[in-house]
């Protein structure tokens, strides 16, 4: 038996305790509650799926690695022949290219993944917004249908002249609080998007300014290195950021999995056993026939 047949089996089994205490307690003869069973086997495979996407998500960062040793070792051999062939102040600015090029596509990619968490929380706020509101609204008009019908929290309401006022409760108040938190969050988050935005404008200034930096560095390589070891330096150059951002990448998509299978599993029941992440481990499920969108990038 393999391991991943042991690991449905001792799923299963879980399942199947859950089974015994929730849906055949001793003292009842119920029938099977077979909604509650498959929807705990839904989350059992939904498990399984996203322990093997993140299983397959770190052999590819693997991979990414191997990759970056690769470049790392052909940069050092670039860096050989600039300090045998440059000039003093030729060298200095290759090696101030070299590392703004790093600096600067890591300030876009960390500036474009801050704007997207601002975004997000954006969409998120002002879905909460209409939630509350519709809640809101229900409240208020529970309030009114109750002073019509003349129930005892609302007699009081009524005035020497006879109208009708229908007291503002706690919800309304709270409603109302709740409104201006909103405001002063939805402010600060469109505050920070916009100093994002000219942070990234910014950016891609800098970027601007490093590719014509390139050219200058390209004319000074060509005067003393052959066409073979000027391939290799434009190969090592581009490639840099690719490999920056596919690391960015799989890091952000691995964060995302692993936070999404803590929420699945810490959302099951524990009398059934409970899933956790180290009973699904790479060791326990293969991953071939898991496949995982490429995220090779070849620019910025």
Do not use: W
């Given at each position: ?260 299978l803590t929420r699945l599993t810490e959302s099951m029941p524990t009398e059934a056993g409970g899933w956790s992440p180290g009973s699904a481990s790479s060791s326990m499920i293969p991953g071939p026939g898991h496949s995982v969108r490429s995220t090779t990038v070849t620019s910025?």
């Open positions: 038996m393999n391991a991943h047949s042991s690991l449905h089996l001792r799923l299963r089994g879980r399942v199947l305790l859950f089974t015994s205490v929730y849906i055949f307690p001793p003292d009842t003869s119920c029938f099977p509650k077979i909604g509650v069973i498959c929807a705990l086997l839904h989350q059992v495979k939904l498990c399984q799926a996203l322990q093997k996407s993140v299983d397959a998500l770190q052999r590819e960062k693997q991979a990414l690695c191997e990759e970056q040793r690769h470049h790392q070792a052909l940069g050092a051999s670039i860096e050989a022949l600039i300090q045998e062939h440059l000039k003093t102040n030729e060298k200095e600015k290759y090696s101030i290219f070299i590392g703004d090029l790093e600096r600067i596509v890591n300030l876009l990619l960390s500036l474009c993944s801050r704007l997207s968490r601002v975004d997000k929380s954006l969409i998120s706020l002002e879905r909460d917004e209409l939630m509350t509101e519709d809640a809101a609204e229900e409240r208020n008009c529970k309030n009114v249908i109750g002073a019509t019908l003349g129930r005892d929290a609302t007699r009081s309401a009524f005035s020497s002249s006879g109208c009708l006022q229908t007291p503002a409760g706690p919800s309304v108040y709270f409603y109302h609080s709740y409104c201006r938190m909103d405001e002063n969050l939805k402010d600060s988050l469109h505050h920070k998007r916009s100093l994002l935005l000219r942070q990234t404008e910014d950016a891609r200034e800098l970027k601007e300014n490093l590719d014509r930096r390139q050219c200058v560095v390209n004319a000074i390589l060509s005067g003393y290195l052959t066409e073979a070891q000027l391939q290799d330096y434009r190969h090592f150059v581009s490639a840099k950021p690719s490999l920056l951002i596919r690391q960015r990448h799989l890091d952000d998509l691995i964060r995302q999995r692993e936070e999404q910025l």
